[in-house]
């Protein structure tokens, strides 16, 4: 299972930390992601880092502001979330994914609002 922490209310130019621990699963078998989901708005992908943490990506919309990492010692992948604007304003998911077999998990979400 993966169970979030961080998140909540912050001012526009402010920062935050999502985490996201994985546990009952081979967590360095898994590429990790952060989705988010806006009212009204289809989930979408913000950022994706590989199993070793060697290579990452982002959407165009936080490139430069989010930064996506894993320590694979402590089961844990975060976000970290920097120049927060009002539209960064969401429910984070992350998510564990493998191809072979095929198999998923996600965290339970954690809501990140963006207002002065």
């Known amino acids: 299972q993966l169970v979030q922490s961080g998140g909540g209310l912050v001012q526009p130019g402010g920062s935050l930390r999502l985490s996201c621990a994985a546990s009952g699963f081979t967590f360095s078998s898994y590429t990790m992601s952060w989705y988010r989901q806006a009212p009204g708005k289809e989930r979408e992908l913000v950022a994706t880092?590989?199993?070793?943490?060697?290579?990452?990506n982002y959407a165009n919309s936080v490139k430069g502001r989010f930064t996506i990492s894993r320590d694979n010692a402590k089961n844990t992948v975060y976000l970290e979330m920097n120049s927060l604007k009002p539209e960064d304003t969401a429910v984070y998911y992350c998510?564990?994914?493998?191809?072979?077999?095929?198999?998923?998990?996600w965290g339970q979400g954690t809501q990140v609002t963006v207002s002065s």
């Open positions: 998510k564990a994914a493998r191809q072979y077999p095929p198999l998923s998990y």
């Open positions: 880092i590989t199993t070793t943490g060697a290579n990452t």
